[in-house]
């Protein structure tokens, strides 16, 4: 099956401070992998996504880059800010998944100014 | 503005009382889905629909009921059979072109509390 696993938070970070969330993943058959954001008493919002190996995604200042090899799609910017508190989330789909999405448990990142 | 709205944003229900959040959207997407949301746990998947008429069960479908008889509407019944109810849910949708590479589109959700 379908599994996505997170680095466990909560993350607590300066501003301008450089951010990195961890994510892997198993999966059946070939996936494409997502970012969202859920920022407090807000649903989900798409941060940055890539369908195939090598891609990097990209959006806001953050980053990721789907590696096949190591079955990661890490998170990460270079300069925080304090607006980027939220929680983040890692997911997959598949094409046997169809639109279906599994995601990984959430990573609560807060900014200090 | 395209989007989905989900009500009430905060609901309380009885003991034994079946209660049902709203979900509407003008995105004009094929597929929508619900999930519920613990403290500190991901989404999990309660229902999902991909076309009108239908609908399949998720991870966590007992307790829950859903119909879709419009593309633009996918209620939610949280019914008394479902002993632990409180929870954040969020309704989703996409276009569900079938490749797995659809982005879904979420509410702002709807805040249940057991009273």
């Known amino acids: 099956g379908n599994s996505v696993t997170q680095m466990e938070g909560p993350v607590t970070l300066s501003e301008e401070a450089f951010l990195t969330i961890n994510c892997t993943y198993t999966?059946?058959?070939?996936?494409?992998l997502f970012w969202y954001v859920q920022y407090p008493g807000e649903g989900l919002q798409l941060l940055l996504k890539a369908t195939k190996a090598d891609d990097k995604g990209s959006n806001k200042g953050f980053e990721a880059t789907y590696r096949k090899e190591t079955t990661s799609f890490h998170l990460e910017k270079g300069s925080v800010q304090v607006s980027d508190s939220a929680v983040y989330f890692c997911?997959?789909?598949?094409?046997?998944?169809?639109?279906?999405?599994?995601f990984g448990e959430g990573t609560q990142l807060t900014v200090n100014p | 503005d395209g989007g989905i709205t989900q009500s009430p944003k905060y609901l309380f229900r009885k003991e034994g009382q079946n209660v049902t959040l709203s979900c509407e959207q003008n995105l004009n997407h094929d597929a929508m889905y619900w999930y519920r949301q613990d403290p500190g746990q991901g989404l999990r998947l309660i229902y999902y629909s991909q076309i009108v008429n239908d609908f399949q069960k998720g991870d966590i479908a007992e307790g829950y009921s859903v119909s879709r008889e419009k593309k633009e509407s996918f209620p939610l019944t949280v019914t008394s059979a479902q002993k632990n109810p409180t929870a954040f849910y969020l309704c989703a949708s996409s276009i569900d072109q079938g490749l797995g590479r659809d982005i879904q589109y979420f509410g702002a959700g709807t805040r249940l509390s057991v009273l």
């Open positions: 999966a059946t058959g070939y996936p494409s």
């Open positions: 997911a997959l789909s598949t094409e046997t998944s169809g639109s279906r999405l599994t």
